[in-house]
């Protein structure tokens, strides 16, 4: 049997007539009624009871039709994801990147790379971090853009930069006045904690950002006052941007929020690598190579004004 048989008994259940069910499939009901006669003496069963110009189904035909169903179902998955990987192109490149760095992917990374290649599809995910890394050693993504504290076996890493950990702060935050010039920082620096008593954007412990401050709050015995929580470095940054609280994140070079940073004496804790992670043993297409090779060339890029 095929999908479509499978329709029509479901059909035939839904408007418990055969009348009804044919004006909805759009056939003859001598049609539908040779149909349905040929599928219960293949079954050798019948589907349904007739109950005058009812037709109430049978245990059999209960069950029939929930596994119809079921297969209906799986078949418009089927057909969903072959028209995505149509729409996609089958060469697409599935690239991954982290919550945050979605202005240098549109803004800078892509305009880039369609100047060369503009005949190529890409598909893209955003996602933490964790969730990106694992998605390409499950091979669902070919490329992700991601922060890697450490080196996984069976991955190649393409270092972008280094991002320090810092303290950002709403544009003109009163702490800026607090912070003082320092030559081993890369910002003013907050020589006291008083900004922990300050309504702090605490950031899910499942991101990397997250997770180093959780162990700096561990670190010194203290937390901030946490005024809302979020799961992902985009809506941390706006938080802080419209003012409603500061955040501990890795330094973002092409984020579009108007944030400033502060850098915290204490907070000496080893820099995130920001890469380009794939596959080890994978060949990578010409258009991934020239990914890779813009992504290296544009990040270190200052963003203009």
């Known amino acids: 049997m095929n999908v479509k048989d499978y329709e029509y008994i479901v059909e035939i259940a839904r408007q418990k007539s055969l009348s009804e069910a044919a004006n909805r499939l759009c056939i003859t009901q001598s049609a ?4 349905l006669q040929r599928v219960e003496a293949q079954l050798g069963t019948p589907l349904f009871n007739r109950i005058g ?39 697409a490149i599935r690239l991954g990147y982290s919550m945050g760095q979605t202005s240098f992917i549109m803004n800078h990374l892509l305009p880039a790379f369609y100047k060369r290649q503009s005949a190529m599809s890409v598909s893209l995910k955003e996602d933490s971090s964790t969730g990106l890394i694992r998605d390409v050693e499950d091979g669902k993504l070919d490329i992700c853009l991601a922060y890697a ?29 607090k912070a003082v010039s320092r030559p081993d920082f890369p910002h003013p620096v907050l020589e006291d904690r008083s900004w922990m008593d300050e309504p702090y954007i605490r950031l899910a412990s499942f991101t ?7 162990e700096y709050f561990i670190q010194i015995g203290r937390y901030p006052k946490s005024r809302i929580y979020v799961e992902n470095v985009r809506s941390a940054m706006s938080a802080v941007e419209n003012r409603l609280g500061n955040c501990i994140l890795a330094e973002l070079p092409h984020a ?50």
Do not use: W
């Open 256 to 305: 579009i929020h108007k944030v400033e940073y502060l850098s915290l004496p204490d907070l000496r804790i080893t820099k995130q690598r920001t890469c380009l992670i794939t596959r080890k043993g994978s060949q990578p297409q010409e258009a991934m190579k020239l990914l890779i090779h813009l992504a290296q060339t544009l990040y270190q890029q200052p963003e203009k004004s």
């Open 149 to 177: 504290r450490e080196e996984k076996p069976g991955l190649s890493y393409f270092p972008l930069a280094s991002s320090g950990m810092a303290l950002a702060v709403p544009k003109h935050s009163p702490l800026m006045r």
């Open 53 to 91: 110009k009812r037709f109430v189904l049978t245990a059999i035909g209960q069950m029939y039709v929930n596994k119809g169903l079921e297969i209906m179902r799986l078949d418009q998955e089927m057909e969903d994801e072959l028209a995505k990987m149509r729409s996609d192109g089958a060469d």
């Open 208 to 214: 990397q950002s997250g997770r180093i401050a959780q």
């Open 32 to 35: 539908l009624t040779k149909f």
